[in-house]
């Protein structure tokens, strides 16, 4: 049986954890009441009301939220408002690979790097390793979602509906 209070007291220490982890904190409040919610999306109003925030705050949390991909917005025909929830496109992976970010990260270190006189300088070392890691990571995450979906899938076939 769901205990709203501990859902609370986990959304919370939760996005305290994210917060820690310099995402911004009422989004990480946002994101982790729309992921525990038992509707499938919530108006700001809903997101106000759960955790005792001003509209205002509501309005730039979703604002960060869906531009980064990680809720999307529902419009309500002939209504001002919209409801938020968990993207169809498990939110994870539309973060991590959505619009090529790690991509653009490699070609913006390419120009600090021309800036700095090239890899053969300090600080233009450490700017060739960030690069090289970021490439690394771009080329990689395509092939650990992979994995991800094949493990989510077979534990999925293991659910008995």
Same mark, same amino acid.
């Given at each position: /049986?769901?205990? +709203? $209070?501990?859902?609370?007291?986990?959304?919370?220490? *939760?996005?305290?954890? *994210?917060?820690?982890?310099? @995402?911004?904190? *009422?989004?990480?409040?946002?994101?982790?009441?729309? /992921?525990?919610?038992?509707? =499938?999306?919530?108006?700001?109003?809903? !997101?106000?009301?759960?955790?005792?925030?001003?509209?205002?705050?509501?309005?730039?949390?979703?604002?960060? %939220?869906?531009?980064?991909? /990680?809720? &999307?917005?529902?419009?309500?025909?002939?209504?001002?408002? $919209?409801?938020?929830?968990?993207?169809? =496109?498990?939110?994870?992976?539309?973060? !991590?690979?959505?619009?090529?970010?790690?991509?653009?990260?490699?070609?913006?270190?390419?120009?600090?790097? +021309?800036?700095?006189?090239?890899?053969?300088?300090?600080?233009?070392?450490?700017?060739?390793?960030?690069?090289? @890691? *970021?490439? @690394?990571? &771009?080329?990689?995450?395509? %092939?650990? %979602? $992979?994995?991800?979906?094949?493990?989510?899938?077979?534990?999925?076939?293991?659910?008995?509906?």
């Amino acid at each position: /049986m769901r205990d +709203e $209070d501990a859902v609370r007291q986990f959304v919370e220490r *939760m996005s305290h954890q *994210m917060a820690e982890w310099n @995402f911004p904190p *009422m989004a990480a409040r946002v994101l982790l009441t729309v /992921m525990t919610a038992e509707e =499938d999306a919530l108006s700001a109003a809903d !997101l106000s009301q759960r955790l005792n925030a001003s509209s205002g705050s509501i309005s730039g949390a979703v604002r960060h %939220l869906t531009a980064i991909g /990680m809720i &999307h917005r529902e419009p309500v025909p002939g209504s001002r408002r $919209d409801f938020y929830g968990i993207s169809d =496109d498990t939110w994870w992976e539309a973060t !991590l690979t959505k619009g090529n970010r790690l991509q653009l990260v490699v070609e913006a270190i390419e120009e600090g790097l +021309e800036a700095l006189g090239g890899p053969e300088t300090r600080p233009g070392r450490t700017l060739a390793e960030m690069r090289d @890691f *970021m490439a @690394f990571c &771009h080329e990689e995450i395509p %092939l650990l %979602l $992979d994995k991800w979906r094949a493990r989510r899938d077979a534990s999925l076939g293991d659910v008995v509906p």
